[in-house]
């Protein structure tokens, strides 16, 4: 007996993964993809009840999978001010307006928080001082991110407020910024942590409530699930308890992954533990992932440790390898402690000498404690070679890059790394190739959510201003896809629940403006998602919101 549809998707094209390959419609029953198959077959499976979706001739794929990116705080950051420079800030003086201008609103004393400025986009190749955000906001501290989410500047007010002063030492895993004798406000890596705790902390509500709002957003993008890469990396366990109360109240629009802070300083990881909250506890709406720990910091930040120096910004200046955030014997001690515990680690580890350090702690504790299909992973995974890579395939150790940073960060790249070694960045054909299931992420907020240059860069390695690193690094659109969508699921342990359209896996569905496989590349840039379903329920739909 014919079982009948609760909705069907007709009169376009469907990819249902990349071994499914292409079908003419689709069925979905309860939460649950039904069917695929030709539009007669699928008509057939349709009730008197059924809602049929005409697609209009567009392409629908499974929801897109953001495999790494940070969905609080990207809620937060949505209400901060934005220094991006594809918003227009593309000097200092723009910086500094757009914090004028949030001065003029802001209580005297309240903090007035910027994100996403690039120096390398900048007319001016270079940082604000302390004391240009002291004349822009007299009255308030300020803090500025840059958009790697590692370096940022602090006014004098907050560097007051943090207890950062001129002979205050240089963190271990960090660096204060000092010139002619005085302090520049520029802190990289742990030494943001003091202005960081300076700040206000929100409530589990406003944590709930930034949540729920870059949740909705995701799904205007195609995005039906993300991994939430450090729960605790602010508030410790109040992020955990928002995430736990979103999920009751129904108030978490897409599903994720979480990761648990388990570093030097953030770590709610013995929490946790202690409440049984390990990778593979919860359902498919938030379900705990890995642990996190950060080695080192980011390359266009000049803070991702590597085994090269980076080139030299002034003459006569020291070699620069980066930052170390933690020494390899504390690496390995976490590693031994997470893998004994049961749960999947996910470090942040950007440049090679990063990446081998990680690589070593791993080896170390499968030699310990061998277990199979733990997918321990390596987050970003940026700057390695394919004898890295090797060792990883050799081990199950899965990585999970950003190729849109080639795309907003990669002429910045030529400037601190050179021509050369830009090229092998966040190698994706290489990592498929090897078989170590590479996913596609933002790291969303360093980069924006857009998945549409994510998806540009894979398929042509071009950064944003058309410049090519590592063509011999491309995919194919249906690879790149699968990198959104399998591979995301596979990274996370979820990829015979969700990442393609077969039956019997989530109906999570994204249909876009552009069929990516018909289009020009570039205009991959101005696709838009018009439909969401989630669990086959519609979600977003670009026309009924418009209307």
Not at 215 to 237: K, N, P, Q, V, W
Request: proline letters at 5%; a negative charge; glycine letters at 10%.
């Amino acid at each position: 007996m014919t079982r009948t549809a609760d909705r069907i998707l007709v009169g376009g094209k469907i990819w249902a993964g990349l071994a499914e390959g292409f079908f003419e419609a689709l069925a979905i029953e309860g939460d649950k993809v039904l069917a695929t198959g030709t539009r007669e077959e699928i008509e057939a499976m349709a009730g008197p009840q059924t809602e049929v979706i005409d697609l209009k001739g567009k392409l629908a794929t499974p929801g897109l999978n953001d495999n790494h990116m940070h969905l609080h705080m990207y809620g937060f950051n949505m209400k901060q001010v934005d220094l991006r420079a594809r918003d227009g800030v593309r000097s200092v003086e723009a910086l500094l307006a757009r914090i004028a201008k949030a001065a003029e609103t802001a209580e005297p004393g309240e903090w007035i928080v910027g994100r996403g400025y690039d120096h390398d986009k900048l007319a001016e190749s270079r940082h604000p001082h302390r004391r240009e955000l002291d004349a822009a906001a007299p009255n308030n501290p300020v803090y500025i991110v840059r958009a790697c989410g590692h370096v940022g500047v602090a006014s004098s007010k907050a560097l007051q407020i943090a207890e950062i002063g001129h002979n205050t030492p240089d963190p271990f895993g960090g660096a204060i910024g000092r010139a002619e004798g005085e302090l520049t406000g520029w802190l990289a890596e742990t030494a943001r942590e003091p202005v960081q705790r300076a700040m206000p902390s929100p409530t589990v509500d406003d944590i709930v409530e930034a949540i729920e709002v870059a949740g909705r957003d995701l799904l205007t993008y195609g995005i039906t699930s993300c991994m939430e890469a450090a729960i605790g990396i602010r508030d410790d366990m109040s992020e955990m308890r928002a995430y736990q109360k979103a999920h009751a109240e129904n108030r978490l629009p897409v599903r994720v992954a979480g990761v648990l802070m388990g570093d030097l300083d953030r770590n709610v990881v013995d929490q946790c533990h202690a409440e049984g909250l390990v990778t593979g506890v919860g359902d498919d709406m938030f379900r705990i992932a890995g642990v996190k720990i950060f080695l080192d910091g980011s390359a266009g930040g000049r803070t991702a440790f590597m085994s090269e120096p980076y080139e030299s910004e002034t003459e006569g200046a020291p070699a620069n390898y980066g930052l170390q955030c933690q020494t390899a014997q504390q690496t390995e001690d976490f590693v031994m402690k997470y893998h004994k515990w049961g749960y999947q680690v996910t470090p942040h580890a950007i440049g090679d000498a990063a990446i081998e350090q990680m690589l070593v702690a791993y080896e170390k504790a499968y030699a310990a404690h061998p277990v199979e299909d733990r997918r321990h992973r390596i987050e970003h995974c940026g700057w390695l070679s394919q004898s890295q890579i090797d060792r990883m395939a050799k081990m199950g150790i899965v990585p999970a890059p950003q190729p849109t940073f080639i795309y907003f960060f990669g002429d910045g790249y030529e400037a601190c790394l050179g021509k050369e070694r830009p090229q092998f960045c966040y190698p994706m054909k290489a990592f498929l190739e090897a078989g170590v299931h590479p996913s596609a992420s933002t790291d969303c907020p360093v980069c924006d959510i857009d998945p549409f240059a994510n998806i540009y860069a894979m398929v042509t390695r071009k950064t944003d201003t058309g410049v090519v690193l590592g063509e011999d690094q491309r995919l194919s659109m249906a690879e790149a896809l699968h990198c959104y969508t399998y591979e995301a699921a596979y990274g996370v342990h979820a990829e015979e629940r969700k990442g393609r359209l077969i039956p019997g896996q989530y109906a999570d569905v994204a249909v876009f403006s552009n069929d990516f496989f018909e289009i020009d590349p570039e205009a991959i840039l101005t696709t838009v998602c018009d439909m969401t379903l989630l669990g086959g329920a519609v979600v977003f739909d670009r026309e009924a919101n418009a209307t």
